[in-house]
């Protein structure tokens, strides 16, 4: 190092003696070359005078190639112009100015280093030359980046995570509230990603979830913002929105995108979306109501029949708001005793002999009072409850079996509605097993009502289940019949004894030739089949008159009787025997 004689300027600590004895200034020299951290000495140009050997460890650059010239850290700080005005500003004002700044190294790599630059002032108080000290912190900041990319990115599909999606909403919302423009937010989930995770493996699911977020990414524009909250879950911020309208558009290309076939590393793969989509300002003005609406959109897409997309309304906010009160209400409602079950007649056409019941479960709610079982069974249905609230339905309805043949009526068989939710249990089975021994009813007193929705999955384990339950002499009936999608093959691949014709298609039979001709046919398909058929929903002698001139075998609806309470339907049987003593 060069034989300098330094004074600190002023601020940056006390005065030191304008010359030092040869002892100290070797002593100086030692600890300069001695030190881990880089100290540049320069002249008020900053063109380097000195520097000690750390310099050459730390920039790859020598003595010789660095003399008279400007440091490495120079022209870094030239480049961002204001951070070099601060470091001039600062030196002249307090005489020292730290910072971090990324330079290149003599092999052309960047590394980062912590710099601080002070002003060496002579006896006259004017500046004489400037000291840098450097350290190299490059694996410093590349552990800041990775902790912080971590932090705020999803690791699988490098979308920013909950996290830095949260971050940029409020950020783009204040932006809003300043220009006055909208802001669209989509909410996305992957329909049929649990059956392909669950079919192929998690490997494959994570391909799956990387290019579905690829083409995600592909769709969205160069100021939006795609992120993982997580699963199959995804968002699209859409900030300065000029034209709403421009949400659905974006919502069709995801999920056209999306509907084209997944190439898993050689095995095909397909999935769609189901998509919520929501305004700033029109639907909510806080980031959180925001995300809250666009899943409820996207709950709307999923009961719509997935693959669509579904904007936020008030209206759908009422109902989903009425669906959780439903699902509040629920969790005590059995422990509470607030279900019973009303029963309705089933009736042979030709004689008029009564020859079953169904058993229809009913809600009363202290708080909501009589819930009709359209809003409160799919909830059942969503959360599970089912299982229970089902098992507690089979065995009141065998119970009630038992109680109206000993009280001297004949044994009618009592139809319990079965849940796709049940039907998937695998313990469902012995379940039933153990209501008809615990509560002595012979099987052929129970009978069980599946839909044709329920069947559409057809699984393995729904056939054993429905042979195995068959085979103990329980009369199955499918409900709804007409309704589905693939009727006949039901018949064939599942052990149905009875087919109820929906109500949709007796409601107009008077009235319209097309049911007549539908009715029609299925009952001739019931017939060849060798299996009973029902008419559901009759009210009126016109229909009645029509099933029984087609030899529709029984009937079911308000023309015979409503459903009642089991003590009122217990009176209604005693007096339709007498009737028919």
């Not at 009425?322 to 279900?339: C, H, P, T």
């Not at 002999?353 to 229809?360: C, D, F, N």
Request: proline content about 4%; some cysteine; aromatic content about 6%.
């Amino acid at each position: 190092m060069a034989n300098l004689a330094l004074k600190r300027s002023a601020g940056t600590g006390p005065p030191r003696p304008a010359t030092c004895s040869a002892e100290m200034l070797q002593v100086s020299a030692k600890v300069l070359d001695t030190m881990r951290e880089a100290v540049v000495i320069m002249d008020t140009k900053f063109r380097v005078t000195a520097v000690n050997p750390a310099f050459t460890d730390i920039t790859g650059y020598t003595v010789v190639d660095v003399m008279g010239k400007r440091p490495p850290f120079h022209a870094a700080l030239k480049k961002k112009g204001g951070r070099y005005a601060a470091m001039l500003k600062a030196l002249k004002t307090h005489g020292t100015w730290q910072g971090e700044v990324w330079s290149k190294h003599k092999t052309g790599d960047d590394y980062a280093e912590s710099l601080t630059v002070s002003a060496i002032t002579g006896d006259s108080g004017e500046v004489e030359r400037y000291v840098a000290v450097t350290g190299d912190i490059t694996r410093h900041k590349e552990d800041e980046e990775r902790i912080h990319y971590q932090a705020n990115y999803d690791a699988l599909t490098g979308l920013p995570n909950r996290f830095l999606f949260l971050d940029r909403l409020g950020q783009a919302l204040a932006n809003e509230d300043r220009t006055g423009t909208k802001l669209g937010l989509l909410f996305i989930n992957l329909d049929g990603f649990k059956l392909v995770n669950d079919t192929l493996g998690h490997a494959f699911g994570d391909l799956l979830l990387k290019e579905a977020s690829a083409r995600l990414d592909a769709c969205a524009r160069a100021t939006d913002t795609v992120a993982r909250l997580g699963g199959d879950e995804f968002t699209i911020i859409m900030p300065s929105l000029k034209d709403a309208r421009h949400t659905s558009r974006l919502a069709q290309r995801a999920l056209d995108s999306l509907a084209r076939p997944f190439d898993l590393d050689g095995q095909e793969a397909y999935v769609s979306a189901s998509i919520g989509i929501t305004i700033y300002p029109d639907d909510a003005t806080d980031a959180g109501d925001l995300l809250k609406n666009a899943a409820t959109a996207m709950d709307r897409a999923k009961n719509e029949g997935r693959a669509n997309y579904q904007s936020f309304t008030r209206a759908l906010n009422e109902e989903f708001r009425q669906r959780l009160v439903i699902r509040n209400g629920l969790s005590k409602a059995l422990e509470r005793g607030e279900f019973t079950l009303h029963y309705q007649p089933k009736v042979e056409i030709l004689s008029g002999r009564i020859t079953g019941l169904e058993a229809l479960m009913r809600w009363d709610s202290p708080d909501m009072g009589r819930v009709p079982p359209v809003q409160f069974i799919p909830v059942l249905e969503e959360t599970g409850q089912v299982v229970e609230v089902g098992e507690w339905a089979i065995r009141t309805a065998c119970l009630q079996h038992k109680a109206w043949y000993a009280a001297g009526l004949p044994p009618l068989c009592v139809a319990v509605n079965l849940s796709a939710r049940q039907l998937r249990e695998s313990s469902f089975v012995s379940v039933v097993e153990k209501v008809l021994r615990e509560t002595g009813v012979d099987a052929a007193g129970l009978e069980l009502e599946i839909t044709e929705s329920m069947l559409m999955s057809d699984t393995e384990e729904s056939v054993r289940a429905l042979g195995a339950l068959h085979e103990m002499g329980i009369r199955l009936s499918m409900d709804d019949f007409g309704t589905g999608y693939s009727s006949l093959s039901y018949l064939k691949r599942f052990p149905i004894d009875t087919i109820k014709i929906d109500r949709s298609f007796v409601a107009d039979l008077a009235t319209d030739p097309d049911d007549v001709e539908i009715i029609k046919a299925i009952i001739t398909i019931g017939h060849s089949l060798n299996r009973k058929v029902i008419a559901e929903g009759v009210e009126t002698a016109e229909q009645l008159a029509i099933l029984r001139e087609y030899r529709c075998d029984e009937m079911q609806g308000y023309l015979f009787s409503r459903p009642l309470p089991a003590e009122e339907m217990t009176e209604f049987l005693k007096e339709k025997m007498l009737q028919c003593a």
